[in-house]
Each structure stands twice: as C-alpha cells, then as structure tokens.
C-alpha cells in the first residue's frame, strides 16, 4: 500500500449506531488531518494531530471523536449523528504542520439514515 | 465566514486552449496557497503551491500566479488535456491559520475535444 488509504469507502449507518472511520498513511508523515467534504462546500477541516497530538479541534460536535494511536494511524468514531453529518470524510497527511502540502486519501462517504 | 472564493463554480475549455482559474482571499496574513485537483471518487491531489515572497510559479503545464496586492491567485493550465477535467481547489495558509490549509469550494473543469 502507498500514500494515504482510507476504509471503508462506503458506510451507511443509523443515527444510534456506532462506526469508526479508519485512515493509515505510508509516508512517514507525522500529521494528520480529518476533512469533511458537504455538497457544493469547500472542505472543511475538522482536527489535526502532530506527532500523535491533537492540536486543533475545529469546533467539531462531540458525536465526532478522533483518535491517533501512531503517527501512521487515524480514526474517526462516530456515535449518534444526525442526517445532515452525511458527507465526504477526508484524511490527509503531511511531513508536520506548517507549510506543506497535504496528501489526501480517497475519502469514506458517510450516509446516515 | 469563507476566506478564500473561487467565484467561477465551472469552466468550460476546448482541448489545447488556455485554462484559467481563479481564486481571491481576504486574509492579508495568509502566506503559503496551494491548488489541488480532484477527481470524482478520489482525493484531492496536490498541484502546485506558492509562497508570498513569490510571484510567480511553474511546474510543467501548470504555473500559479500570486497578486498579494489584490488578494488573488490564479492557476494557468495550457495546454488543457482532456484529462485535465476535474475539480479544482484552491487553498491557503498562514497567520491565525498557520498549519491548517483553508479551501476554496472549488471550480470544475471540463475540457473538450
């Protein structure tokens, strides 16, 4: 596997369900980002990690929970959402913070129902 | 509130004509832009970038203009290729945003035989 991966590509979940969002990257990259794509909207950024620390938290609803076990590894749990959280999950990389540009994964697009 | 606009949703070029893109942003403190493109079911893929103590940059078909006195940036594609039809993002960074890159909500471009 190379650059960043992105699973499942696909989720449909109720609004009671839990499901995780899974993000690996394999360019020894040390950040990490969680987007979400809304129709017709630009991206928006939700968190970042550094060196397996989160360092922005986006104002992002608590249904949203990130984890970062490894600088390689990113997860986004998801429990109770609501029909307008449908949308493009996007994972990005970079070397760190700053003034780099982010590589992307494929994304996962969300449904809840 | 939005800070970087892409006001043209669509642009519609013939095969080996000149593409156009335009972006303006409205924070002075941004210092470091960036053009992504995207395809339907993948994730943005990086372009092209520049730095506000540049004017100009080139990479191949690709050069990206930076007028900081007016807040705009633009991306030149020519020749345009049929695979050139995608999305097109612009992004910045810098000041209050340092680390986290602010899109624009992109414009899609169709190229024609």
């Known amino acids: 596997e190379t650059g960043v991966t992105q699973t499942p590509r696909h989720l449909v979940m109720g609004m009671t369900n839990k499901k995780s969002l899974k993000c690996e990257q394999h360019?020894?990259?040390?950040?990490m980002y969680w987007y979400k794509q809304s129709a017709k909207k630009p991206l928006e950024l939700m968190f970042v990690?550094?060196?397996?620390?989160?360092?922005e938290n986006n104002s992002v609803p608590s249904r949203f929970s990130p984890e970062c076990p490894n600088s390689s590894h990113l997860f986004l749990h998801l429990h109770t959402l609501q029909p307008e959280d449908s949308a493009l999950y996007l994972c990005?990389?970079?070397?760190?913070?700053?003034?780099?540009?982010?590589?992307f994964g494929p994304g996962t697009r969300l449904t809840v129902t | 509130d939005q800070q970087v606009k892409q006001n043209s949703p669509s642009l519609s070029v013939q095969e080996g004509r000149i593409s156009i893109l335009n972006c303006d942003y409205t924070?002075?403190?941004?210092?470091?832009f960036l053009w992504y493109k995207k395809y339907p079911a993948e994730g943005p893929t990086f372009l092209i970038s520049i730095s506000s103590i540049k004017d100009k940059n080139e990479d191949g078909r690709f050069t990206v203009f930076l007028n900081k006195s007016a807040k705009h940036l633009s991306l030149h594609i020519v020749p345009s290729q049929p695979g050139d039809s995608a999305v097109y993002f612009c992004?910045?960074?810098?000041?209050?945003?340092?680390?986290?890159?602010?899109f624009g909500a992109g414009t899609q471009v169709v190229v024609t035989p």
């Open positions: 990690y550094n060196f397996k620390e989160q360092t």
């Open positions: 990005a990389s970079s070397p760190s913070t700053g003034k780099y540009e982010q590589y």
């Open positions: 992004a910045a960074s810098g000041g209050d945003s340092w680390g986290k890159l602010q």
């Open positions: 360019l020894g990259h040390n950040a």
């Open positions: 924070n002075s403190m941004f210092d470091y």
